[in-house]
């Protein structure tokens, strides 16, 4: 049983800044790669940024420049800079392998004034 536990999240001005964490309890299966994904309110999940094997990393052009993401081994992290009222959502973690995809629970990040 894998299981995906995020945090970091919570509430932010415009402007500042948030790292959000991923914590993947895997021991026996190779992880492929590592993706943040968010839900903004009324609106479709959408992929943030990912991070493969190779740590070959990839961006949603409306965050780049803004957010980075790494990984240590089943850790993940999002750095998110100057963040925008645009970015609050609910952001999830998920990684995945050659045959499965493993997702968390979500982390909320709301930014306003």
């Known amino acids: 049983q894998v299981q995906v536990v995020e945090s970091g999240g919570g509430l932010v001005q415009p402007g500042g800044s948030l790292r959000l964490s991923c914590a993947a309890s895997?021991?026996?299966?190779?992880?492929?790669?590592m993706r943040w994904y968010r839900r903004p309110p009324g609106k479709r999940r959408e992929l943030v940024a990912e991070?493969?094997?190779?740590?070959t990393t990839t961006y949603q052009d409306s965050v780049k420049g803004r957010f980075a993401i790494s990984r240590n081994n089943s850790a993940m992290y999002l750095q998110m800079n100057d963040l925008k009222p645009e970015d609050t959502a609910l952001y999830y973690c998920?990684?995945?392998?050659?045959?499965?995809?493993?997702w968390g629970q979500g982390t909320q990040v709301t930014v306003s004034a």
């Open positions: 998920n990684l995945y392998t050659a045959q499965m995809n493993y």
């Open positions: 991070i493969n094997s190779s740590g």
């Open positions: 895997v021991s026996t299966i190779t992880i492929n790669g």
